[in-house]
């Protein structure tokens, strides 16, 4: 909220509204703030629309995704945000339904589609892609160091039986790596399906290619990452717009006039303190990073 710095009859953007945690607190921060709140997940929209409709005409809900908000604009006749936040990744109530396939603590469908019914699933990408582009993934994304055995593993025993609940792939994966620390040995490699099946860094890259244009003069980002990945992605994306010179390298001195086109408002990423990280574990690995454009 100290970020976001609402402004009296502001507007705002959650593009990952989850269970609408961080849009309540906007809107009861801020008596005359409107807020719209975006998520690809139509099943979480839905109920959290119907959690928050108290606020009435305050707050309204797009279903898409956060990459595209020239849409989200449109739809609420709006031509820029005062403010945008972004938590990325999945809501703890994605991940504790074991329905959708995103956890293993209780085996369910191996799912992982943020979108349900769009695109390949876990499963799909775990039946059809070859021992080096499963490795690729694991390694990428869930930086797993045994990424190689446990995709020849996936390869070898998918010839017997598919490969088609989560229990299944957690016990495969935990025959192969050793418990470290509390966290359970497939976490790496299903925190890397996630990421593949949902496409979120690619998702990431055109909002970060796009936001500016999205925000209005003086409106605020403010991000949220998890994962080392995004985290730098965000940080590489906010460097970048500290100067936007656009003239060919070959040219001996800048003539474009460049500016920095935002302020950065977090010299360093905030973390979590230890007491949030004991009230939340899950908020462990949290940076965020916010900026403010020019006015
Ligand atoms: C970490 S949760 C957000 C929790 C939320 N801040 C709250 O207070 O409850 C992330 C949410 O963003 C959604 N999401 C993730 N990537 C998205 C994308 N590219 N576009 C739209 N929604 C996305 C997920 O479906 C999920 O509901």
Not at 160 to 181: K, S
Not at 190 to 196: S, T
Not at 245 to 259: K, Q
């Amino acid at each position: 909220m100290r970020f976001l710095h609402l402004k009296p009859g502001g507007f705002y953007i959650d593009g990952t509204l989850g269970d609408g945690g961080h849009a309540r607190r906007m809107l009861e921060s801020e008596g005359s703030v409107a807020v719209l709140g975006v998520d690809r997940d139509a099943v979480t929209l839905e109920l959290t629309a119907q959690r928050l409709a108290g606020f009435g005409h305050r707050f309204r809900t797009f279903h898409g995704n956060f990459s595209e908000l020239d849409q989200a604009l449109a739809a609420a006749s709006r031509s820029g945000a005062d403010g945008i936040l972004l938590d990325l990744g999945v809501s703890s109530r994605q991940l504790d339904d074991p329905v959708r396939g995103f956890g293993f603590r209780v085996s369910g469908p191996l799912d992982m589609r943020m979108q349900p019914c769009v695109g390949p699933s876990a499963a799909d990408l775990v039946a059809t892609l070859g021992e080096r582009e499963l490795a690729d993934i694991f390694w990428r994304y869930g930086e797993e160091k045994a990424s190689r055995r446990i995709a020849r593993a996936i390869v070898r025993d998918r010839t017997e039986a598919p490969l088609t609940t989560t229990g299944a792939l957690a016990d495969l994966v935990a025959r192969i790596v050793r418990r470290h620390g509390g966290a359970h040995p497939a976490t790496r490699v299903f925190q890397a399906l996630r990421i593949a099946v949902n496409r979120e860094l690619e998702h990431l890259e055109m909002f970060l290619d796009r936001v500016l244009d999205w925000l209005l003069p003086a409106g605020r980002l403010v991000i949220i990452a998890y994962h080392s990945l995004e985290d730098r992605m965000v940080k590489q994306a906010m460097r970048s717009w500290l100067s936007h010179c656009t003239c060919p390298p070959a040219l001996p001195r800048c003539a474009c006039g460049a500016r920095a086109r935002v302020k950065v408002l977090t010299k360093k990423a905030v973390i979590p303190s230890p007491e949030e990280i004991a009230a939340n574990r899950r908020a462990r690995s949290a940076r965020l990073r916010a900026v403010e454009l020019m006015a």
